[in-house]
């Protein structure tokens, strides 16, 4: 029987990446946190294509996507994103990279480069996929679609708890603040603009826990 291809979209610490990992290991899927990869162009964009007012130099990056080795492994059956042989799991996390991806993730250069390596992973089956433009774009024939929301006030409390389990110390003034930018960029932007799809199933998360959410998505994939 063939598995099916999940999409969860939805706004900045929502929870769709570690949500989307635990109904993957539950349904023997294979999960991609796509963000990570526009996180990953970013890490590269900061490292090796700076203007020297330290902006970054767009049409460089532009000039190099063809040749950038970045891409996923399959580690212990998680989806490890390597740039250059180098696991960049946690240098993607950086404040740095977070007020800089919707820049580059708004760049329709950027979105066609990741377009295949998204869609490429969804041929067979078996995926789960989460990102901002999974259920319209990259993948509009998915077997499931999910967009998640929450309020901005739930949504500060849990990125703030996730930054300083990583050893980040930010103040929650400031991922709140940083949470509302990238939202207003990434539903403004001309291209594959986040938005819920006509045909998924919204979740709104505000007063249910990570294990209650997993919950509720998976009672939908059953029923269909
Ligand atoms: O899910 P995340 O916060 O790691 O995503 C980082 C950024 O990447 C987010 O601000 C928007 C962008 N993104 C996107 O434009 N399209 C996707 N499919 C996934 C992420």
Do not use: W
């Amino acid at each position: 029987m063939r598995k099916p291809v999940i999409a969860v979209d939805g706004y900045s610490s929502t929870g769709k990446s570690s949500i989307s990992k635990i109904i993957a290991q539950k349904l023997g899927l294979v999960h991609m946190d796509t963000g990570a990869l526009y996180r990953g162009i970013t890490y590269f964009a900061l490292t090796s294509c700076r203007l020297p007012d330290g902006n970054i130099n767009l049409p460089a990056l532009f000039e190099q996507l063809p040749q950038l080795k970045l891409g996923f492994r399959k580690i212990n059956e998680e989806l490890i994103l390597f740039l250059d042989g180098k696991d960049i799991t946690n240098e993607i996390r950086t404040k740095e990279v977070s007020e800089n991806v919707s820049l580059i993730a708004s760049q329709p250069q950027v979105r066609d480069f990741l377009l295949q390596t998204q869609r490429a992973i969804a041929n067979d089956g078996g995926v789960i996929l989460d990102g901002r433009d999974i259920g319209t774009v990259v993948l509009p024939d998915a077997d499931y679609k999910f967009f998640l929301t929450a309020s901005i006030e739930e949504r500060t409390k849990r990125r703030f708890l996730e930054l300083k389990n990583l050893g980040i110390e930010m103040p929650e003034e400031e991922v709140r603040e940083n949470l509302i930018s990238r939202d207003k960029t990434d539903s403004e932007r001309e291209v594959a603009p986040l938005k819920q799809a006509e045909d998924a199933i919204l979740i709104d998360n505000s007063q249910l826990t990570k294990k209650e959410t997993i919950e509720l998505l998976l009672s939908y994939i059953k029923e269909i």
